[in-house]
């Protein structure tokens, strides 16, 4: 027998998909419109607008990708990066892996700069690769690793690359909406960020931005991007110039309905004061958790403030406080990743769930498990 699916409301303190806003949810279910349509057309340039305030730019190239933030990892990589290019990733964690492995499926030449799981990447090694590495095309990294609740230092670690002429591609998939990001004061050339994380919104968007710069770069490629639906000139005949939008694929409308909501709420409440909801939330947790004996893995000037790793104290099952605090407590906390697997919990207070109300409920249901 068939029956309408009608899921669990879980509360989602994990590293995401947090819990999208009543008020988002509502925007989704609106009647769909088609992709060229023109009241669409004006919605997808509202969008545009409003993520230009989200990532503080002035790039015409900031859009939305009908995909996961994975996407736009993706399509940063493959715009500008170029078969035979040498590439430095910076690397502290599972995210800025899957970096690497893009840029080796290109035929990009990958130079390493490995950082300690845990740890904000040292810009002094960054450095070191770029003397060793002066023919370094692009160089990129992660803002917020989530896979370890490290925070990095994009503005230092960008003035260093531009120093050596070098393309920036940052990762702002957790921290955009909640941590400071300055696309055009930083100089960053190419960012992406999801959906589904610090914008409380449904997955499957990914925002992204490309500086002239970059743009300029892709257009003067000599080899062809390799990649149809990533291929940025594509992508820019949907969603720019003034009514000669060209089909490229069928934007998922709804979504977009979903997202415009999400960012008209971030814009109402203020970037900036979304920043520092999510640092001050982020220090009432940790206190809280101490008082309970546990301690964050990140030292404290490195630490994403809506994503936190706490250690797993000796003697505890951690796979069983999980399981408990989402059975008894219908509440989800993330696992650790790669190196830290079984070593940390990782808890989110991301957008709408980063309130005193949330901190409340995990502290009081943690407690009862432990
Ligand atoms: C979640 C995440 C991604 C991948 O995003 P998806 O939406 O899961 O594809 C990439 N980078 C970082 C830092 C992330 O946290």
Redesign the pocket.
Known sequence: MINTFMPINRILMG??PSNVHPKVLKALSKPALGHLDPQFIELMDEIKDILRYTFKTENDATFVLSG???LG?EACLINLVQPGDKVVVCVGGY?ANRMTQIVEKIGGKVVVVKETWGRAIDPNKLEYALKQNPDSKVVAF?H???STGALSDIKTLSEIVHKYNALVIA?T??SLGAVEVQIDKWEIDAAYS?S??GLSCV?GMSPITFSQRAVDHIKNRKIPVQSWFNDLNLLLSYWSGPGKRVYHHTAPSNQFYGLHEALLLLKEEGIENSWSRHKENSLKLISRLKELGLEPLVPENERIPNLLTIKVPDGVDEAQVRMDLLNKHNLEIGVGLGELAGKVWRIGLMGYNSNERMIDYFIKSLKEVL
């Open positions: 590293p995401g996961p933030g994975s990892m995210f992660v917020a690793e989530t990762d998939v957790t999801c589904q994380k997955a």
